[in-house]
Nanobody, 127 residues
Framework: QVQLVESGGGLVQSGGSLRLSCAAS????????MGWFRQAPGKEREFVGA????????YYADSAKGRFTISRDNAKNTVYLQMNSLKPEDTAVYYC????????????????????WGQGTQVTVSS
């Protein structure tokens, strides 16, 4: 069982930056690939990006490429989402997720690949 807790959300102006953190419980964090998703009001959950077990590989949604960076620190059981050049359309609840399998981006962008989810953290970008 893995418990995930996101933090770092908040209100930021357009063009600003935020760094989200997702802390995982347990001693097997390095056995899990991690994903970030977001959901805006009235919209479906959207893939943001994913990182492999030791951070060697990452995937990003087109909306995140060049602006967002995913990293992880297995010693701290934490995965990060650095978000720069934020836009109002980035406003959403951001969720981290943990899974055991790694595959192509089409696979990793599917929520069904992940076994555990955090409760989410709100990010609001004002114009």
């Amino acid at each position: 069982q893995v418990q995930l807790v996101e933090s770092g959300g908040g209100l930021v102006q357009s063009g600003g930056s935020l760094r989200l953190s997702c802390a995982a419980s347990g001693r097997t964090f390095s056995m899990y690939v991690m994903g970030w998703f977001r959901q805006a009001p009235g919209k479906e959950r959207e893939f943001v990006g994913a990182i492999s077990w030791h951070g060697v590989s990452t995937y990003y949604a087109d909306s995140a490429k060049g602006r967002f960076t995913i990293s992880r620190d297995n010693a701290k059981n934490t995965v990060y989402l650095q978000m720069n050049s934020l836009k109002p359309e980035d406003t959403a609840v951001y969720y981290c997720a943990a899974g055991r399998l790694w595959g192509a981006i089409a696979t990793m962008s599917s929520g069904s690949v992940y076994d555990y989810w955090g409760q989410g953290t709100q990010v609001t970008v004002s114009s």
